[in-house]
């Protein structure tokens, strides 16, 4: 098998580096050979989706050149980040140009962890062992934007020793949104404070949530609100084999 | 519009919002999301989609091809008697419904439920000009009575609870009111009586304009659009022009969409077909048809959808946003995601540019919407017209917002100035940081931090990658302390 390359996504590589590691770790226990484009910066999301077209554009177009001297598929943790490449990059630069070319080809390598797992791997057991009571977050643009409904809990229900619960508006908006948080903070606090209730609600030792910026937001929720849970990313579920928490 | 239009301040707005009335929206929408859920999922799943996306072609062939239907529309209601206006914005609409009033020395008006009405502050010019106005729609009534505006566009007094309702009842129309549902329907329906009985004039809006037959169709759920167009000698409707479309083959599609995503039922209660003039009913039928920037929106092809709306409300009842800000927060006259497209369209971004913002764009109003409006597409749409303006608007986005982007593209533009940031943040957090959070951060941060911790920046996974490949795959993965400050 051809080996992935990384797609870490700005924010995993500067504030979720331990998530990544666990992800080359697992990635290789499963026999695929990672790489890791150096050059790799932002794909360009936050300022398309703030407005500042153009910059996402131009955030595009580099990033685009970073992985085009590379092959095989693009593997990032995060749902946001790869929709964002694959459904938005061929509609950022007009049919018939170069540039619509070449994203329409990177918008074809891109896939989310879990769907690179069970769609390319066709694996739904990897060997992990983790004995605990695990509710999962269904992140919005995982589900709803790339349309990665079911694979997490494929992998999940796979993991020895886990047991899988309930969360109630579990694809309830977790209220990070990338500039709404900070533009309209009050409501986002609302809406993580909903989504920690329904966590501390549900039963679970541990919350999966597999997508940088609902993570951050969510664990940041869970201190606030000083509850035991844990949120942790599927990765780190999957990268798991003595059982630690 | 008479007064000057305000700009709207979402974050204000939100911070006026009480607990109780966020308590109450949410409690309304719970019920309302089971029960539309439930017939949906009698209809079926995939034959809902499939009516859906016919729903969503029908919509748009009807707004592309406004040229022939529109003209049509006119030539069959004028054959059947009634008669037909053109407005072009709000005062227009306004003046023709006031100067009919006048001819027919009209003293009280009855009013159906209308969206287009209140976005012209009909209620407003009509008062100004002595006519007395009753909004016969229960919700309507309440957020009337209670000198409101409505909080949702087809349950207006969604945010209230039935104490508050009974306690407004008691104050204002001196009436002993228990906070019992069918009691308190009971007492409006005795006080409005009495006014759709002596009323020159009824006003109503419409769901639909079939161009085939020249009909308009209301659908309303407690009789009272059936009674205001009906009893008054005159009968004066006010639609929005995108409304119209080309045949009762379609009404059929719209209508399962639209009473199963309203209501959660089947058929609405009252489907009331009007044609013209008829022997029973008013001598006079007049139908405003109103533009009011809705050609505008439709010259611009991603903004265009907005129009399709059949204003059946369910983007609003599934929006996490609107369900932790209540209706008011949105400023304008329509609420929730399609206030958040239509208000900033209607108004201008520079008033209202901070209402596209007002969305996490996780999605779920696209999913609900019954005639397949790409909401967050166009929201992304409206953000880009107020940052960098387009076709439509000049940019009104703030220099700060302005002068981060251009930074924050320098940084993450070269891999060394991003690298460097990355090194940066991890030695300048060092005063905030307690433990693996940084509790609170000075301003503009603060805006992040005041609503939860930030993680601090903790690995690197760089350095992490560059020594295990020159070890050999030697290091643990998943400790994520090698660089550590």
Avoid at chain 1, 26 to 44: I, M, S
Avoid at chain 2, 366 to 386: D, S
Wanted: charged letters at 20%; proline letters at 6%; glycine letters at 10%.
């Amino acid at each position: 098998m051809e080996p992935v390359q990384l797609f870490v996504t700005c924010m995993a590589e500067n504030l979720l580096a331990d998530v990544l590691e666990k992800m080359v770790g697992l990635l290789e226990r499963l026999g695929v050979q990672c790489e890791f484009p150096a050059d790799q910066t932002c794909c360009g999301q936050p300022f398309y989706n703030s407005g500042f077209q153009r910059e996402g554009r131009e955030m595009a177009l580099r990033w685009m050149e970073v992985f085009a001297a590379t092959a095989g598929p693009i593997v990032a943790p995060s749902g946001s980040c790869v929709e964002f490449v694959k459904h938005r990059y061929p509609l950022l630069f007009p049919e018939g140009s170069p540039e619509r070319a070449l994203a329409v080809r990177t918008a074809a390598r891109v896939r989310e962890l879990s769907q690179f797992l069970v769609g390319d791997l066709k694996r739904s057991d990897v060997g992990a062992s983790f004995p605990h009571r695990v509710a999962c977050h269904s992140p919005c643009h995982l589900t709803r934007g790339l349309g990665v409904r079911t694979e997490q809990q494929t992998l999940l229900k796979a993991v020895q020793g886990l047991e899988l619960i309930d969360l109630n508006e579990s694809d309830t908006c977790c209220g990070f949104g990338g500039i709404f948080s900070v533009v309209y903070p009050e409501v986002s606090q609302a809406m993580v404070e909903a989504k920690v209730r329904n966590i501390a609600a549900s039963g679970a030792e541990v919350v999966v949530v597999s997508e940088p910026g609902c993570l951050v937001n969510i664990r940041g929720g869970l201190a606030k609100m000083n509850s035991t849970v844990k949120a942790m990313h599927l990765v780190e579920i999957l990268a798991a084999q003595g059982g630690g928490r | 519009m008479k007064e000057p239009m305000e700009k709207i301040d979402f974050r204000a707005n939100v911070q006026q919002a009480s607990p109780a009335v966020i308590a109450a929206t949410r409690n309304s929408t719970r019920t309302a999301l089971r029960i539309r859920g439930d017939v949906v999922h009698a209809f079926g799943e995939e034959r809902w989609q499939r009516l859906r996306q016919a729903g969503h072609d029908l919509r748009l062939h009807s707004l592309t091809h406004l040229d022939r239907y529109l003209p049509l529309l006119e030539e069959r209601v004028t054959a059947a008697g009634g008669r037909v206006h053109w407005a072009a914005d709000a005062a227009e609409a306004n003046g023709i419904v006031r100067e009919i009033a006048a001819r027919h020395n009209v003293r009280s008006i009855v009013k159906s439920k209308s969206m287009v009405s209140e976005e012209i502050g009909l209620n407003h010019s009509l008062e100004a000009a002595g006519l007395r106005v009753y909004e016969t729609d229960l919700g309507e009534f309440i957020v009337q009575l209670a000198g409101q505006k409505p909080s949702h566009i087809t349950a207006p007094a969604l945010h209230m609870t039935k104490e508050e309702i009974a306690r407004l009842f008691r104050e204002k129309l001196k009436v002993d009111a228990r906070p019992v549902p069918e009691e308190l329907t009971e007492l409006a329906r005795q006080r409005l009586r009495p006014e759709f009985l002596s009323a020159g004039m009824g006003i109503s809006g419409g769901n639909f304009l079939i161009a085939e037959t020249g009909t308009l169709l209301i659908v309303t759920n407690e009789g009272n659009g059936r009674l205001s167009t009906t009893l008054p000698p005159v009968h004066v409707a006010i639609v929005g022009i995108e409304k119209v479309i080309p045949d009762w083959e379609s009404a059929a599609v719209l209508l399962k969409l639209l009473a199963r995503s309203t209501s959660g039922s089947k058929i609405t209660a009252y489907n009331t077909c009007i044609t013209g003039t008829r022997e029973a009913g008013p001598q006079e039928f007049h139908l405003v048809l109103l533009d009011n920037g809705r050609s505008r929106i439709l010259a611009d092809p991603i903004a265009r959808e907005t129009l399709l709306c059949i204003r059946c409300g369910a983007c609003m009842n599934i929006c996490p946003v609107y369900n932790n800000v209540g209706g008011h927060a949105y400023g304008g006259v329509y609420q929730g995601p399609i206030g958040a497209m239509l208000t900033p369209q209607l108004m201008g971004t520079r008033l209202a540019g901070g209402l596209p913002f007002a969305s996490t764009l996780c999605g779920a109003c696209a999913e609900f919407c019954p005639v397949m409006i790409p909401i967050p597409e166009i929201l992304l749409h409206l953000r880009h017209r107020f940052v960098e303006g387009d076709a439509c608007e000049g940019p009104s986005v703030p220099g700060l917002l302005k002068a981060a982007a251009w930074a924050g593209r320098r940084v993450l533009g070269s891999p060394s100035l991003y690298r460097l940031g990355g090194r940066m943040a991890r030695t300048l957090q060092a005063p905030f940081r307690r433990g693996d959070w940084l509790p609170s951060l000075p301003a503009p941060l603060n805006r992040w931090t005041a609503a939860r911790p930030f993680p601090a920046f903790r690995g690197d996974f760089r350095s992490w990658w560059g020594k295990r490949t020159a070890a050999g795959s030697a290091v643990e993965p998943g400790t994520g302390r090698g660089a550590r400050p």
